[in-house]
């Protein structure tokens, strides 16, 4: 099966800079990449998705890359806010079919310095 | 839009009882729904996936007669913890995938089931 792996666990930065969470994946049927922002006690929210057949994607101060060769994503966060603080979970699914299982990272928590 | 509920917010049970919890997509059909458990600072696990109409698929290592799941429409799936043990209490979250927007996953605002 699929396995997600996610780096690193905790990440602290100072407000205003970049905050960069790396995933790989190990299926090579995967095609679908979201990631999910779960702020304490909350349920996870999408924050952006990226499919295979693109390489990068960007929105407003959040931005996805995918390496279909070497199998990793990676979040890139410009000019970190307090408000960016929470855990954020990358994961990987297959689309098409009808089984269309979601495997998650182990999640970083991303603390913003005021 | 793509607003998934779910029901109770918590829960406490004694040792034994069945507790049963609701996942709803409001403002769209799920064809595909999941439940996953999450423990206190940690990923979310997957425990099944259902399809409406078909039964749920139970990962490896979950119980398929303690966690009874049930997806009886395209916006209602329901998860039963059945004799509970204080070793179930914990986050229990829904989420679901819009039939029309391929992909996306909507989750819940999670069950917290604590067992006593």
């Known amino acids: 099966g699929e396995n997600v792996e996610q780096h690193p666990s905790t990440l602290s930065v100072q407000e205003g800079d970049s905050a960069v969470i790396k995933c790989t994946y190990s299926?090579?049927?995967?095609?679908?990449f979201p990631w999910y922002k779960q702020e304490l006690g909350k349920r996870p929210q999408l924050i952006i998705d990226i499919r295979s057949n693109v390489g990068e994607k960007k929105d407003q101060r959040i931005a996805v890359t995918l390496n279909k060769t070497a199998k990793h994503f990676s979040l890139h966060i410009t000019e970190t806010q307090p408000e960016d603080s929470a855990v954020y979970f990358c994961a990987a699914s297959p689309l098409g079919g009808g089984y269309q299982k979601v495997t998650f990272g182990t999640g970083t928590k991303l603390q913003v310095i005021p | 839009g793509a607003v998934v509920s779910q029901h109770p917010s918590w829960v406490i049970c004694k040792s034994g009882t069945s507790v049963k919890i609701e996942c709803r997509s409001l403002?769209?059909?799920?064809?595909?729904m999941f439940w996953y458990r999450q423990f206190p600072k940690q990923s979310l696990m997957l425990m099944a996936t259902s399809n409406e109409g078909s039964k749920a698929t139970y990962e490896q290592g979950v119980e398929k007669d303690k966690f009874l799941i049930n997806h009886a429409s395209l916006t209602l799936s329901t998860l039963t913890v059945t004799s509970a043990h204080p070793e179930d209490s914990s986050f229990y979250i829904c989420?679901?995938?819009?039939?029309?927007?391929?992909?996306?996953?909507?989750f819940g605002p999670g069950t917290r089931l604590t067992v006593t």
């Open positions: 299926d090579s049927a995967s095609n679908y």
């Open positions: 989420s679901a995938r819009d039939r029309s927007r391929k992909g996306e996953q909507y």
């Open positions: 403002d769209f059909q799920a064809t595909t």
